[in-house]
């Protein structure tokens, strides 16, 4: 089975300074990889995806993530933090795909970004 | 914007009780899932539904099921609620095409006493 992780519970960086969330992945075959974020007492909302292409990933809100097949990893990045950007965020790979279009996504244990001011 | 709507924020239900979870979504998305998400464990995929009618098992089914008499809807049940269900109840949608993002509602925090 497909499985992503994220071995950091926390990350703490100051506003104004790039940050770094990480994700790993173990697949077979090609991944479908995912970044999303969820703030406090929402959903998930959807930031960006990797599935084939360009290595680095442009998504929403400033936020870029860089595939990288040797290390398989899937960090996710932003030049310059925003006290708004706290919240928790997940990686996510697909598992699965079957001929009628379902796939399901199996999401990491998330990491809490805090962005001091 | 895609739009999922979960009838409740929040819900506090007693041991024993049945409990239904509801969720409706505005796109015409054939692809519905229920996921669980607890500390520490992320999100947990309890059931999917690819289609009106069809219905699959996901990571942790046990003591849950599902309805999917509508394309737009999809009930979450407990069919005898226990206290180790306290949980955020997440519902998203899909479109089938490859590499669609799931679009989420904003959740329902169950407890169980």
């Known amino acids: 089975a497909q499985s992503v992780a994220q071995p950091e519970d926390q990350v703490n960086v100051a506003e104004g300074n790039p940050l770094t969330v990480k994700c790993t992945y173990s697949?077979?075959?090609?991944?479908?990889l995912f970044w999303y974020v969820q703030y406090p007492n929402r959903g998930l909302q959807f930031l960006l995806k990797y599935i084939t292409g360009d290595n680095l990933v442009k998504g929403s809100y400033g936020f870029e993530a860089e595939f990288n097949k040797s290390q398989t990893s899937f960090h996710l990045k932003k030049p310059s933090a925003l006290v708004s950007d706290s919240a928790l965020y997940f990686c996510a790979v697909r598992d699965g795909w079957m001929n009628t279009g379902f796939q399901k996504l199996v999401f990491g244990t998330g990491t809490r970004l805090l962005v001091s001011p | 914007d895609v739009k999922v709507t979960q009838s409740s924020r929040y819900l506090v239900k007693r041991t024993g009780e049945k409990v239904f979870l509801e969720c409706v979504q505005d796109m015409d998305h054939e692809n519905m899932f229920w996921y669980r998400q607890d500390p520490g464990l992320g999100l947990r995929l309890i059931y999917f539904s690819y289609d009106v009618k069809m219905k699959e098992k996901g990571d942790i089914p046990e003591g849950y099921s599902v309805s999917r008499e509508k394309k737009e809807r999809f009930s979450l049940i407990l069919e005898s609620a226990s206290t180790n269900q306290t949980s955020m109840y997440l519902c998203?949608?899909?479109?089938?095409?490859?590499?669609?993002?799931?679009?989420f509602g904003n959740g329902t925090r169950l407890t169980v006493t």
């Open positions: 697949v077979s075959g090609n991944p479908y």
């Open positions: 998203a949608s899909s479109s089938p095409l490859r590499g669609a993002p799931l679009h």
